[in-house]
């Protein structure tokens, strides 16, 4: 069982900054995503990376705006979010796939989750 454990979420005005971050048990092997979820609103795929394989995905949105990066010997993902935008407020999630898994972005493809960390974007 993969554990995935979120921080770094809180407040910010527009414009600003914060970086998420991942704590996972294991992460060799897996694709991991960062997901968030509105009020309202479907779970969307935010950043997505291969672990070991250097491919990534940003959903349109936050392209040149958030970055998505592995700390692999201490099984970390991260995200760093700049220009934040009030759009950008959501429940953010960790997940990660299971073991040799083919890419993808869907949130039902990837089957372990964190509890979430909360992100609020105020103008």
């Known amino acids: 069982q993969v554990q995935l454990v979120e921080s770094g979420g809180g407040s910010v005005q527009a414009g600003g900054s914060l970086r998420l971050s991942c704590a996972a048990s294991v992460m060799a092997g897996r694709i991991m995503g960062w997901f968030r979820q509105a009020p309202g609103k479907q779970r969307e795929g935010v950043a997505i990376?291969?672990?070991?394989?250097?491919?990534?995905y940003y959903t349109d949105s936050v392209k040149g705006r958030f970055t998505i990066s592995q700390d692999n010997a201490k099984n970390t993902l991260y995200l760093q979010m700049d220009s934040l935008k009030p759009e950008d407020t959501a429940m953010y999630y960790c997940?990660?796939?299971?073991?040799?898994?083919?890419?993808?972005?869907?949130?039902?493809?990837?089957?372990?989750w964190g509890q979430g960390t909360q992100v609020t974007v105020s103008t």
């Open positions: 997940a990660a796939t299971t073991f040799g898994a083919l890419w993808s972005t869907a949130p039902e493809k990837f089957s372990h």
């Open positions: 990376i291969a672990t070991g394989r250097g491919r990534t």
